[in-house]
């Protein structure tokens, strides 16, 4: 199973980036996904997660400025990012939780990340 991410970038303070998130591989099912973000010097932190049926969460940092969507036949999830701020300047993470086939269990799979830098 492979995670890759998408769509970081360099963007000034109120401006707007969408990363996107693909699951390949032998996957049987995803549950929940989710993006998460590490700046320097700080702990990995959960920015927004997302049911298969589409029930979501949000960091209360991001509340009513990002939005998590996904696209369950493409095991693709998004982040759209708006209004940003230098403070969400970090490397962004895609997570999954996933069966590869109906007999083994759920396991979280982790993309390679992408920076997001907001700086003027």
């Known amino acids: 199973v492979q995670l890759v991410e998408s769509g970081g970038g360099l963007v000034q303070p109120g401006g707007s980036l969408r990363l996107s998130c693909s699951a390949s591989?032998?996957?049987?099912?995803?549950?929940?996904m989710g993006w998460y973000r590490q700046a320097p010097g700080k702990q990995r932190e959960l920015v927004a997660s997302i049911t298969s049926g589409d029930d979501s969460d949000y960091a209360d940092s991001v509340k009513g400025r990002f939005t998590i969507s996904r696209d369950n036949p493409k095991n693709t999830v998004y982040l759209q990012m708006n209004s940003l701020k230098p403070e969400d300047t970090a490397v962004y993470y895609c997570?999954?939780?996933?069966?590869?086939?109906?007999?083994?269990?759920?396991?979280?799979?982790w993309g390679q990340g992408t920076q997001v830098t907001v700086s003027s």
């Open positions: 997570k999954a939780n996933l069966k590869v086939t109906i007999i083994l269990g759920r396991n979280d799979y």
């Open positions: 591989g032998s996957i049987f099912r995803i549950y929940e």
